[in-house]
């Protein structure tokens, strides 16, 4: 074919195609830009503009406040069609427990948006939302957001709720906190500059790196600290800024006291908003699964918090792995751990929480790291590990034009004279560039969907009917659950958290004579009859994850039974047969 045609031809059929076809990318029902950070303001605005967009999906209710006074706001996500919402299995949602983890609110507002936005062009999410119930709480800690835009912060600060504390003990609260010396919203590193006898010199490659002298040499440049000045004069600095504790470590299961879990409080459950979002976890018993979304270091993590709680029981770990090894593959540079394990000891962490005090499967993502702003792995090849400060810098310069890198400037402190300060910026580190923002938010929300999509889902299956002679039926029925979690893990089981599911069989025109369990394979089964009220099976491990439970009836009737059944569940709700 002669080139020019063939040119026309693509031309043409481009065209047609942009006439007759659906676009690819629709026009949203509510435009909201993904690449920028909301304060605690344009949250709450952002929240109530998906709420108004779609009133008939989402609703808003308080919780409860923070210590300075802002709503906790829990967004309810649902297809109010068919099931009640309180039958269908719950997934929660929440992020930002520490205030400077601002990315997770962001994570949570776009899982929001998205699913009302897919729901009338996509099938799928339009039946997950029919079949289950998001509870998504976008900030445990408003007070450390808000305070995390709004005051001088490091790229690590802000993590603390704001309930003042004394935490120099010299009977004064939050007294001397960081000063921002240059007012660029950012604090930084303090610098001197000394003819000799210095600790640092300028590297000769980048001025604006310093690096320590070795043994022998002598440095033009004394490192003073982060910016601030000794607001109490009780000779140290920034050592009793806003609040100070850690709301991650105030939740009920593996509480330890101060002493042992720094920031863990006085009590579990001690903060206005811990004990809010507890009450409205246990207000709703249908929660199946969990998300907290945190930062950083690109991990998708599971308790336990501490060794000494030994390791979850094998059938919950199956559900665990089989979840966090499709995340791996669904979160480039992520990396599926055990907090105790592979991080950290967390004693009275949320997650720890919701499974091994309520037995719900939970996760919690670290949002971000170094891996996904450069494209590979760190050497180690260890999620998180930080670049050098030169690979930093490089990276900065080649992406963003330095835009996240302060320069050293000179100020006059009150005791140290002439000094510079500069350094990197509070949104650099722990949080995405911008530009990265919606990816991040994508691919996490789609690894949660992932675990919503797996939420038991039972039914009836299989029926058969026999006669035993001399009057007696043999009846039996299954229960199948296509999903991979169970409609009871066997936390729940082996400690007795939560009502059982229940099969309750009632008959027209007969009597139940015993009811049972089936149990053992082809050509080995028999059933493990109840002791008393045989009319109600009590299965205290649920149905699992892509299996089925089988029972079995002995029914006194003249001819073939009529017979019904019932079945209960906390997390998988209600069926008649």
């Known amino acids: 074919m002669p080139r020019p045609l063939f040119v026309v031809m693509i031309v043409v059929a481009a065209f047609c195609g942009a006439q007759s076809g659906a676009p690819v990318t629709p026009k949203a029902t509510l435009d909201i830009p993904w690449n920028r950070f909301r304060d605690w303001t344009e ?69 929001l948006w998205w699913l009302c936005e897919e729901r009338a062009r996509n099938p799928r999410v339009a039946a997950l939302l029919k079949r289950v119930v998001f509870y998504i709480l976008p900030s445990q800690n ?114 330890q006291p101060n002493w042992i879990q720094g920031g863990a409080g006085d009590y579990p459950l001690s903060y206005p908003e811990t004990r809010a979002i507890a009450d409205a ?102 999620p998180g590990s930080r670049m050098s400060e030169k690979e930093r810098l490089e990276w900065d310069d080649r992406l963003e034009l330095g835009a996240r890198f302060a320069p050293r400037k000179e100020i006059d402190h009150p005791k140290w004279g002439k000094i510079e300060v500069g350094g990197w910026k509070k949104d650099t580190d722990r949080v995405p560039p911008p530009f990265m923002l919606e990816e991040l938010c994508h691919r996490n929300m789609a690894f949660t969907l992932y675990q919503a999509e797996s939420l038991p889902e039972v039914r009836f299956g299989d029926v058969t009917t026999t006669s035993a002679g001399e009057g007696l039926w043999r009846v039996r029925v299954e229960l199948r659950n296509d999903r991979l979690t169970p409609s009871r893990t066997a936390r729940a089981r082996d400690k007795r958290i939560g009502r059982p599911d229940v099969v309750a069989c009632t008959v027209d025109g007969g009597r139940i004579v015993a009811g049972g369990v089936v149990v053992g394979g082809p050509n080995r089964e028999s059933v493990e009859w109840v002791e008393d009220r045989p009319q109600r099976i009590v299965l205290s491990g649920g149905v699992p994850g892509r299996g089925r439970v089988r029972m079995e009836w002995l029914i006194a ?21």
Not at 298 to 313: A, E, H, Q, T, V
Not at 354 to 376: A, C, D, H, K, M
Not at 557 to 576: D, H, I, M, N
């Open 43 to 111: 949250t709450e605005s952002a929240l109530k503009a998906i709420r108004g967009a779609w009133p008939s999906l989402v609703t808003l209710e308080s919780i409860g406040e923070s210590v300075e006074g802002r709503t906790l706001w829990l967004a309810t996500l649902a297809d109010r069609d068919g099931v009640p919402l309180n039958e269908r299995p719950g997934m929660w949602i929440d992020a930002n427990v520490h205030g400077n983890e601002v990315q997770g609110t962001e994570a949570c507002l776009y899982t």
């Open 142 to 255: 408003p007070d450390g957001r808000d305070w995390w835009f709004k005051g001088p912060n490091t790229t690590h600060s802000s993590r603390t709720g704001k309930k003042p504390l004394d935490e120099d003990r010299d009977g004064r609260f939050d007294e001397d906190g960081p000063d921002d010396l240059d007012g660029d919203g950012s604090i930084t590193q303090m610098w001197k500059r000394v003819p000799k006898d210095g600790t640092h010199i300028e590297d000769p490659d980048d001025p604006r790196i310093l690096r320590a002298v070795r043994p022998g040499q002598s440095g033009t440049w004394v490192y003073l600290g982060q910016e601030g000045i000794d607001n109490d004069g009780d000779g140290e600095v920034n050592e009793d800024g806003p609040g100070g504790y850690d709301m991650n470590r105030n939740w009920p299961s593996d509480w």
């Open 281 to 382: 976890i246990l207000a709703r018993p249908n929660i199946a699964g969990v998300q907290s979304y945190h930062n950083n270091g690109g991990m998708i993590l599971r308790g336990p918090g501490s060794k000494d709680f030994g390791d979850y029981p094998s059938r919950d770990l199956e559900v665990y792995d089989a979840l966090g090894k499709a995340g791996e593959e669904m979160l480039p540079f992520y990396k599926y751990m055990i907090i105790w394990k592979d991080l950290y000891s967390v004693h009275g962490g949320f997650v720890n929480w919701t499974y091994e005090g309520l037995g719900i499967v939970s996760f919690t993502n670290e949002l971000w790291n170094p891996g996904q702003y450069t494209g590979r792995m760190s050497e180690r090849g260890i």
């Open 557 to 577: 009737s003249p001819k073939e039974p009529q017979v019904r059944w019932r079945y209960t569940s906390e997390k998988a709700g209600t069926l008649e047969r």
